[in-house]
């Protein structure tokens, strides 16, 4: 069964940093063809692609900026995804999901709970 379990959320000033870290288990996961990702959804808006790693490499939404760092790396028989969150500003408060697809399709199939980054003024 594949699980997904996002740490790291928090409340932080304008300006500051986070990371979010996403336990991957249960995934049968290919460097070449999967997809490991974080989204985001604010209330009253569209949830949107943060950052992907498809094929192995970086994706990011415009939004980003060269702000965020996706990465992951091996955990025994896990996977560990990571969103490093530079310059946060207000418009980036909403709800991080991680996400994973073994062919990165779209909508990705597997869904972690998500975890509140609040980011005040």
């Known amino acids: 069964q594949v699980r997904l379990v996002e740490t790291g959320g928090g409340s932080v000033e304008a300006g500051g940093s986070l990371t979010l870290s996403c336990r991957v288990s249960?995934?049968?996961?290919?460097?070449?063809?999967?997809?490991l990702a974080w989204f985001r959804q604010a209330p009253g808006r569209e949830r949107e692609k943060v950052a992907s790693?498809?094929?192995?490499?970086?994706?990011?939404g415009d939004f980003v900026k060269g702000r965020f760092t996706i990465s992951w790396r091996h955990a025994g028989n896990d996977k560990v995804v990571d969103l490093q969150m530079n310059s946060l500003k207000p418009d980036d408060s909403a709800m991080y999901y991680c996400?994973?697809?073994?062919?990165?399709?779209?909508?990705?199939?597997?869904w972690g709970q998500g975890t509140q980054v609040t980011v005040s003024s």
């Open positions: 790693t498809p094929g192995g490499n970086s994706d990011y």
């Open positions: 996400a994973a697809d073994p062919i990165c399709s779209s909508p990705f199939n597997f």
């Open positions: 249960g995934f049968t996961f290919s460097s070449s063809r999967s997809c």
